[in-house]
């Protein structure tokens, strides 16, 4: 129930999600969730670094494409979203998460080069 969380972790959900989903629905849910200086933790692809390496050569486009896009091989396996450690920071501030701090990225993970940022729900004004 709202408030009763200290810490939810997502490891390669977010992605899943269409961004108006996650900004308007999902990702205040999960912030009510927590308790006051409870934490969200998110481990994503880290598009940003994938983009780098497919241009300069150290990861092919075919390794690109289906981490981008999911590898397409049953319902639900497929990416609606791809993120920066910017653009997902500014996705935790908007939601109500302060002290974002982005625990790694750039990290490899089979095909894949992910990051994981944490946020924090801040207690309330004078508590």
Not at 15 to 42: D, I, M, N, Q, T
Not at 86 to 102: I, K, R
Request: charged share 25%.
């Amino acid at each position: 129930y709202e408030g009763s969380l200290f810490e939810i972790y997502s490891a390669h959900v977010l992605e899943h999600f269409p961004a108006e989903e996650l900004r308007k629905v999902l990702l205040p849910y999960w912030v009510s969730l927590l308790s006051p200086g409870g934490s969200f933790v998110a481990v994503v692809p880290d598009m940003e670094t994938m983009i780098a390496e497919c241009a300069g050569g150290r990861m092919t486009f075919e390794d690109f494409r289906e981490v981008a896009y999911g590898a397409q091989e049953y319902e639900g396996d497929f990416h609606f979203n791809g993120f920066s450690p910017e653009s997902l920071t500014a996705l935790f501030e908007e939601a109500g998460l302060s002290d974002v701090t982005v625990r790694a990225a750039g990290r490899r993970n089979g095909l894949c080069f992910e990051m994981e940022l944490e946020g924090t729900r801040p207690s309330p004004a004078g508590g």
